[in-house]
């Protein structure tokens, strides 16, 4: 989170091309990839970056949606919990095997939760009918530590407004990776987040 808090969403990837996408993140400063677990053969993607990655680079899923997902994510090397909603059992699952979790939630009520039962950071979920507007009003009430991360729409030319009301980073989508886009289209997105990145930070 230090250097590029942008974390990879690879919904869609498939195992055969996951080595050679995650090469080309990391080239470009990520440092945290997820696969989706509705996603083809998602256990065997993230084994696959698990193993190939740097050592420096959290690997691990998203859309988990039960306990029993979780130790299946671990138990191919995943340390990286992300889910779409703020399911108790799944966050404490995930802390007893000491993996990092990020729930979804979409109001104060479920960030408290979340944050209660142990979550790392809160995924504010889906970003597209959470303007800035609400997490600077957030931010105003969560603890101050609390990392928050964006999800849904989230493109270089919007990031901006978010972090002045307080977002710490966020997750990318479908404008960083689809599965029908080469290697290179995918190294361009990701170059062109981290640029986007840099620049808000430098400002």
């Not at 990837?13 to 440092?31: H, Q």
């Not at 939630?105 to 959470?130: N, Q, S, Y």
């Not at 507007?133 to 849904?152: D, F, H, Q, S, Y």
Request: aromatic fraction near 4%; charged fraction near 20%.
């Amino acid at each position: 989170m230090t250097d590029l808090p942008l974390i990879a969403i690879l919904r869609g990837l498939r195992p055969d091309a996951a080595e050679t996408v995650g090469l080309a993140l990391v080239e470009a400063g990520f440092r945290i990839i997820e696969v989706p677990l509705n996603s083809p053969e998602p256990f065997r993607s993230i084994e696959i970056l698990a193993k190939a990655m740097p050592g420096d680079v959290l690997v691990g899923a998203g859309t988990v949606l039960d306990p029993q997902q979780v130790d299946g994510i671990r138990d191919v090397g995943g340390k990286l919990i992300v889910m779409p909603h703020a399911d108790l059992d799944v966050i404490r699952r995930a802390k007893e095997h000491r993996m990092i979790c990020t729930p979804g939630v979409a109001t104060p009520t479920e960030a408290f939760t979340a944050l209660k039962a142990g979550a790392d950071a809160i995924k504010i979920f889906p970003a597209e009918a959470i303007p800035p507007a609400v997490v600077k009003a957030w931010r105003a009430v969560l603890p101050k530590e609390t990392i928050v991360l964006p999800v849904g729409g989230i493109k270089p030319d919007n990031m901006k407004a978010y972090v002045d009301a307080g977002a710490n980073g966020f997750g990318l989508g479908s404008a960083l990776f689809t599965p029908s886009m080469t290697v290179e289209e995918i190294g361009r997105n990701a170059r062109a987040f981290s640029s986007a990145w840099k620049d808000l930070r430098a400002g």
